[in-house]
């Protein structure tokens, strides 16, 4: 069979034809999702960029089943989310774990690190102390013993997100959904942590569906770029031709609009 014959691996996420309205009052509509179709394939990164209001966390909760449709599909690791009893859809929705923008907020300031990290090790019986103490050295905090009495409170910002990040990694999902886990960082902080995300992915060849307004992060981190507006997928392709050479308007003020040293 020659390359051209070679059967396309079915993505890990597919995302097809997604409608999604939200009504405000009784008269006003709004479309957060119009027909948007996005894959990502396993070991790939992409990031969805655009603006507030673009629409970018409404389907990345689509994709985590948050939120349901009202019109489309959602495909993950072969399994059409419409076609799932609610006990298989727990089961597979435990392989796509999300990492969203406020640790604070997603952290039970009434449990601890350790107790955070239990309640997401279920899937995987086995030490507990020894698999918390490893999750924690794996998100780069060591010695692991000095946090895992600690409540969210007693962690910085940036300790909080390893913790997510730990949290997230205990289910061994194929896919995380990252939603804006950079922002409101400090310039050190985000750059440690994206790198410990990449690194991460390198070690465990997990994908990411990475949501972000900072266009930056998209040139530093994804493999391919889609761009929303106002609920439409604008423009899709390798990240180096999107942001070199953006095709659509709406693309180019948004590469405009990045701040340029000098």
Not at 94 to 117: C, K, W, Y
Request: glycine content about 8%; proline content about 6%; hydrophobic content about 40%.
């Amino acid at each position: 069979m020659s390359a051209k014959d070679a059967p396309v691996s079915e993505p890990l996420l597919a995302l097809q034809g997604i409608v999604k309205t939200f009504r405000r009052g009784r008269h006003q509509l709004t479309h957060a999702l119009k027909d948007v179709s996005l894959d990502v394939h396993a070991g790939e990164i992409v990031a969805l960029v655009g603006e507030s209001g673009s629409g970018k966390s409404t389907l990345g909760r689509v994709a985590l089943g948050l939120l349901q449709p009202d019109g489309g599909r959602v495909r993950f690791d072969g399994h059409d989310f419409a076609a799932l009893t609610p006990g298989q859809f727990r089961q597979l929705r435990t392989g796509m774990q999300p990492i969203f923008q406020d640790p604070t907020a997603s952290l039970n300031p009434r449990r601890t690190v350790r107790e955070s990290l239990l309640q997401a090790l279920w899937k995987t019986p086995g030490d507990e102390a020894a698999r918390c103490a490893r999750l924690l050295e794996d998100v780069g905090l060591r010695p692991a013993s000095q946090f895992l009495s600690r409540y969210p409170h007693e962690l910085s910002g940036g300790q909080r997100q390893r913790v997510l990040i730990a949290r997230c990694l205990a289910m061994e999902p194929k896919l995380i959904i990252a939603d804006e886990p950079l922002s409101g960082a400090d310039v050190s902080i985000r750059g440690q942590i994206l790198n410990l995300l990449l690194d991460i992915q390198r070690r465990r060849s997990v994908s990411y569906l990475m949501i972000t307004h900072d266009i930056s992060i998209a040139r530093a981190f994804a493999d391919r770029v889609a761009v929303m507006m106002q609920g439409e997928l604008v423009e899709i392709g390798p990240s180096q031709q999107v942001l070199r050479t953006p095709n659509h308007p709406y693309t180019q003020r948004l590469l405009a609009a990045v701040p340029a040293l000098g």
